[in-house]
Structures are given as C-alpha cells and as structure tokens.
C-alpha cells in the first residue's frame, strides 16, 4: 500500500491549480468545511484516506476530488454549484455549470458506512439542488425537489447528510434536467468495508458527457439534440489524459453517463468484465468477457482486466460521431464548400445545431427537435451524395476508357498530392479529380502532437498519435516499467501547460485549408 499523504500534504502540493477559498460565513454552528476549488481542468493527484480503512484511491482523468475534514464523526464536504470556464482542448472555452470550478464537479470519496455531511451552496442565478444517484438514503436527502425538500435558492445552502451503506461507482448530479445538460455531475465513490477481490491495481474514474457548442459561443445549447463536442472528463481527445499502467497490473475503469446518448465505450486490445453497475458491485463470477460496455444514460460501469500487453490502447465511444472534434465545422465547410454541394448532414449549422433565427422556441415551426432532423433537415438529410456534377463521375468509372463524358479518378484518391508533410495534405483545394469521387470527403486528419507533449502521460507515444484521437476517446497505456518510471520522473517535475497562443483547436476541412 501506498504511504497516505494528509490532506495538507495534498493543498500545498496541489500546485497552483487549487485554489483554498477563505470561508467567511460561519453558517453551520461548527463552522464550514473549506471549499477547495479548482480553477484549471488538469490532473490532481489523488487524496488517500485519512480515516476510516485504508483504499486505493481513484484517479479522476483531467481532474480531482474534492478534499474533506472529519469533524466529530462525521466526513464533511463543502460542494459550490457555480459557472465555470473550463477548455475541451486548448483554446476551446466553455462556460458550462459545475462544481469547485470544474466541470465535472470533482470526485467524492468516502467508505461504506461513512457518516457524510455534504454543506451545499448554489452559486447559480437560479435555484438547484443535488440528487444523490442511486443512493439509499431517507427522501428528504434524495435531492428530489417537490418531494424531498425545496430548491436551494441562489445564494442558498442546504445540509445533506447520510450515513452510507452500499459500496461502488455513484454519482451526484442537478437533477433539474437542463442543468444536467450543463455539466452538473461528478462521481461519488463508496469503498467497500471489504476489498473488492481481485485486488486492483489501478482505479480510474471517467465522467462521460457531451454538449452542443455553436460556433463562436462558449455557452452549451441544451436544447439541442445534436451534440458535436464529446467529452471524457470535461475533455476531448487529444487533450484527455491518458492512462498509464505497468504491464501485468489489474485495473478497474469507472464510467458514468449523463446526458442524451447512450455510450458504447470500447477498449482496444484487451478483454475486460462488468463488474459494477450503477447499484454498485455485482457479482463477479463467470461474467462474459467484453471489450465493448454500453453505458446508459444514468448508468455507471466498472470494467476490470488483467493488463497483458504493452501497447497505448484506445478507450473510446465506438458511436462515430462521437469520435471526432468540432463536427458543426466539418458539416459546415462541406455543406457550403466552394461549388455549394455536399454531404447533406442537416439544413445547416444554425438549424442542425438548434440555433433559432425566427419565432420561439416553442413554435411549431421548430417542433420538438428544435428543427433537427424534421422538415427541411429531414429532406437535406437524405442527400448523401456530393458530387460535382450529377453521376457524371459514375458513369466515367463505369464506362470503357474514351467514353466517359469525364476522366475517371485516380485509382488512389490520395496518389500525385505528395507534400512535405501529406498528414497535414488531406484536402488539396486544387483537385477536381477527387471531387468526383462519390463520398468524398470524409475523414479528416490532422496531427497536433506539439500541443500535448508537455503532457507526461503523452511521453513516448508514437509520432502522429494526435491525429486518430477525438471526440470522446483516450488511451489505456499499459507500459514498461522503463516507460512507467519516465513517466513518473516526468510527473514528478509537476509540468504546467504552456501557452497556447491563438490555440483553437479546430479540425478543418479543405474550404478552409487544412493547416493550422
Ligand atoms: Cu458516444
């Protein structure tokens, strides 16, 4: 076992990404816990147990969790809801609602039979509470509002307290449903009185959800159905942190799903079992092997494996639009390239995304998907081909040499655009061959691997790794233990983001040239 570290180890330690908030307000006759933010979406070690039976702690990816004091007997928790900034890969800002300063909120954890006090505070313009997913606690502690208690107004508190009896991957979250929608969900971790057999070397705790971001808006739309950025703890791939285990270690990866997409999260190159759901540990006795877990909405997942072999694993969302960055700015460039034709993805960004420019959002002009996938999207949706000029292509490729009205493509779309760097070649502007190729374009590619190297979980991955890693994904590495202690020295030296000038990070199409 680890040497647990005390939590003041941990705040000083925490580099300058903590923030210890100053509690002024003597609200609680004992005084409140201290609110602990964090005020930039990078990786925090995490805290071991000061109390109570000893556990391995879980590493949130891109994030932390939340300190605690005990205090007469019971483990308190001092939780903000508040607006936060945060990034889903350099220079895409978001304003999403969170908790401590991130989104998602950080990771509660506690030991099963724990007496946990939770002192809540909104800090939003509007009222709230939190829901306390799949615990078995009295109603009036569920989080419910109506029925369990009133909505925390803004600038209100309210106190949760419980004592917990079950053992596993929880969450907490708003359970108004648009707030949800605005990132309100964090993970609450009960560790069991009784280890979990088999042992587990590793534990990581993934927090999927996905959000809908207009171009040149920070602020997510909620309303809308279709969603183009998607995240692994608040971020998107290349910019998620990767895992990193020794070869021959067991790990256990916890994921939990708010939001409007179930989640077919797959893992390259091993085989893994279910081994909790969002009730907690199941039974862990011939259970089938898997490499693909659907994870629900409201659903929690652990998956464990025996990591045999060396290699940087995928870990990702299998749905393919969920395994690419920025997708409003593919459909755009495509839909309204430069001869006006393309794939038919949606009547446009503003309509595809939701974005209303007539009436009300409730107008039957929008209907219930907010114009998404009805009416003139619909019709739009159903034109899959782009090419230039009728099925003039196909009949070229089809016809004898000589009679086609066009010269048939090159047997390789790619071949005679050879540039210094063809990763960063994918769409040459100048090419009307390629164009008559039904389907094309498709796939983008594009290689940033600079702006994530500072990154010591990123050390030794081969060049180019950026270029195959959006959307909701990120890597299970299993490493050498050459490997594993560079990394750790790495990590060691507490590296800090540089800066990222002018740093969107917007995969483009060849409308817009593909280079940065
Ligand atoms: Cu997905």
Redesign the pocket.
Known sequence: MKAPISRRVFLTAGAGALIGASVAKPALSQGLPEAPSMGEATMQPPLFPTSGPDYNPVVTLNGWTLPWRMKDGWKEFHLIAEVVQTELVPGRVMHAWGFNGSVPGPTIEVNQGDKVRVVFENRLPEMTAVHWHGFEVPMEMDGSVGLGQDPVPPGGKFVYEFELHQAGTFFYHSHFAMQEMMGMLGLFIMHPKEPFEPHCDRDFGIVIQEWALLPNNTVPNTLSMEFNW?TFNGKAGPDCTPMIVKQGERVRIRLINIGM?H?PIHLHGNQFVVTGTEAGRGPVDGLARQNTVLVGVAQARDIEFDAKYVGDWMLH?H?PH?MMNQMVSMVGPISHGAHGHGMGTGAGMEEGMGMLTQGNALSGEFGPSMGRGLGLAADSERATSNLVRGGESLIAQAAPAGQGQVAPPAKDPHAGHASSDPAMDMYPKDDPEKKKVPGYPQDMWMVDDEKYAWKPENFGLRKGWTGGMMG?MTLVRVVTPEIYDKIMELKAQNPQRPAQPGGAHQHQTGAEGSKK
Do not use: I, P
Request: proline residues 0%.
């Open positions: 998607l997409d989640h969302c749905l969920h909701m």
